[in-house]
């Protein structure tokens, strides 16, 4: 159900925790249980409209209609890679669009998130960040990706690691992952929610004392120099800080870091970027997730060779820090995050003009 104009007009529920849920319904002076039924109707189940919410009230349901749109919105388009891979593309307001990637294999069923509309961290390899920064999701539109996703119900993990920064929209992150995460929301366990950062220090802060979702850093380089000109967030939050924050944390048994790194020929595969990578991991309790880099249109960084990508894993593992290699999925589709929605805005504007 894609969204009207008279429900755009209106404030959706999606999105809403349990808690201002109770404060809405208080509000319209309805019963204080209303709001419980109604996050098991959001939540819980893929209806459509107010009318379907069969034990509560015909008149509870006016009154709700009269005031809120339900939010839920339809994808308007998929991309299906030969691997099983689909890749979403989902309206927002304001007529922009942001991708969900849907990831199966044999142990789990992933959904890649966005949290933004373009990005403002312009990091080099990053076709995202070629859009620019459009806009913020609301904690409902980055829900609404899991939500109407025709195989919600075959989802075991979920990430935030599509389009945008999440740590640049705290305030929706956190809104999100809780009803991810909680009972009366999609109850997704804590351990299989992953969020990632480029390492916004504060949000950072935030986020590992008030969740207990896992964190993936994106580090890409141990070096100052180098990780400045492929990422220019290093100039506010220099990845030293980022680890000593990390360190400085007590994440417990379950609660898992990753460092994600992108592996670009002779550019960061080098036996100095093993040591150095060492020393500044010796005291974090992580793994380094290597990925491969496939060029995309505009970024002048070449892709490492299988043999030389092997290598690096082994080197680092040897050095004492678990090193997993990611596998390339949707090499076929439109993959990288921010290339199914750029086409998509070059399209409309072309057609607008």
Same mark, same amino acid.
């Given at each position: 159900?894609?969204?009207?104009?008279?429900?755009?007009s209106? @404030?959706?529920?999606?999105?809403?925790t349990?808690? #201002?849920?109770?404060?809405?319904?208080?509000?319209?002076?309805?019963?204080?249980?209303?709001?419980g039924?109604?996050?098991y109707w959001?939540?819980?189940?893929?209806?459509?409209?107010?009318?379907?919410?069969?034990?509560?009230?015909?008149?509870?349901?006016?009154?709700?209609?009269?005031?809120?749109?339900?939010?839920? +919105?339809?994808?308007?388009?998929?991309?299906?890679?030969?691997?099983?891979?689909?890749?979403?593309?989902?309206?927002?307001?304001?007529?922009?669009?942001?991708?969900?990637a849907?990831?199966?294999?044999?142990?789990?069923?992933?959904?890649?998130?966005?949290?933004?509309?373009?990005?403002?961290?312009?990091?080099?390899?990053?076709?995202?960040?070629?859009q620019?920064?459009?806009?913020?999701l609301?904690?409902?539109?980055?829900?609404?990706?899991?939500?109407?996703?025709?195989?919600?119900?075959?989802?075991?993990?979920l990430?935030?690691?599509?389009?945008?920064?999440?740590?640049?929209?705290?305030?929706s992150?956190?809104?999100?992952q @809780?009803?991810?995460?909680? #009972?009366?929301?999609?109850?997704?366990?804590?351990?299989?929610?992953?969020?990632?950062?480029?390492?916004?220090?504060?949000?950072?802060?935030?986020?590992?004392?008030?969740?207990?979702?896992?964190?993936a850093?994106?580090?890409?380089?141990?070096?100052?120099?180098?990780?400045?000109?492929?990422?220019?967030?290093?100039?506010?939050?220099?990845?030293?800080?980022v680890?000593?924050?990390?360190?400085?944390?007590?994440?417990?048994?379950?609660? =898992?870091?990753?460092?994600?790194?992108?592996?670009?020929?002779?550019?960061?595969d +080098?036996s100095?970027?093993?040591k150095?990578?060492? =020393?500044?991991?010796n005291?974090?309790?992580? =793994?380094?997730?290597?990925?491969?880099?496939?060029?995309?249109?505009?970024v002048?960084?070449?892709?490492?060779?299988?043999?030389?990508?092997?290598a690096?894993?082994?080197?680092?593992?040897?050095?004492?820090?678990?090193?997993?290699? =990611?596998a390339?999925?949707?090499?076929?589709?439109?993959?990288?995050?921010?290339?199914?929605?750029?086409?998509?805005?070059?399209?409309?504007?072309?057609? #607008?003009?």
């Amino acid at each position: 159900m894609n969204l009207t104009l008279a429900d755009q007009s209106k @404030e959706p529920l999606l999105g809403k925790t349990l808690g #201002e849920l109770k404060a809405i319904v208080n509000s319209l002076e309805l019963p204080a249980f209303t709001a419980g039924q109604i996050a098991y109707w959001l939540y819980k189940t893929n209806i459509q409209s107010f009318d379907e919410m069969s034990n509560i009230s015909k008149k509870t349901r006016e009154i709700l209609s009269s005031n809120y749109s339900l939010g839920a +919105t339809e994808s308007v388009k998929v991309q299906s890679s030969a691997d099983g891979t689909k890749k979403y593309l989902f309206p927002t307001r304001g007529n922009k669009f942001i991708e969900s990637a849907y990831i199966p294999d044999e142990r789990r069923n992933t959904l890649c998130v966005s949290t933004q509309v373009g990005c403002k961290m312009g990091c080099l390899f990053c076709m995202t960040g070629k859009q620019g920064f459009q806009a913020q999701l609301s904690s409902g539109e980055i829900i609404n990706q899991l939500r109407s996703l025709p195989e919600r119900q075959n989802i075991t993990n979920l990430v935030f690691m599509g389009m945008g920064e999440p740590f640049d929209n705290l305030e929706s992150v956190m809104k999100a992952q @809780e009803l991810f995460t909680a #009972e009366y929301g999609f109850a997704i366990s804590v351990r299989k929610v992953t969020v990632s950062t480029v390492g916004i220090v504060p949000a950072m802060k935030v986020f590992l004392e008030n969740s207990k979702c896992n964190l993936a850093v994106s580090l890409h380089t141990p070096f100052d120099e180098e990780r400045r000109k492929l990422m220019p967030v290093q100039h506010v939050y220099p990845i030293k800080d980022v680890v000593d924050t990390i360190n400085a944390f007590d994440l417990g048994k379950y609660r =898992r870091v990753s460092m994600e790194y992108i592996v670009f020929g002779e550019v960061n595969d +080098t036996s100095r970027h093993v040591k150095e990578l060492a =020393r500044l991991l010796n005291k974090t309790r992580c =793994r380094i997730n290597l990925i491969r880099f496939h060029p995309v249109p505009g970024v002048p960084l070449p892709a490492t060779d299988e043999n030389r990508l092997l290598a690096f894993q082994k080197a680092l593992n040897d050095k004492g820090i678990t090193t997993t290699i =990611r596998a390339s999925r949707g090499l076929d589709i439109d993959a990288a995050c921010g290339l199914l929605s750029t086409k998509e805005l070059v399209k409309k504007v072309q057609s #607008e003009s």
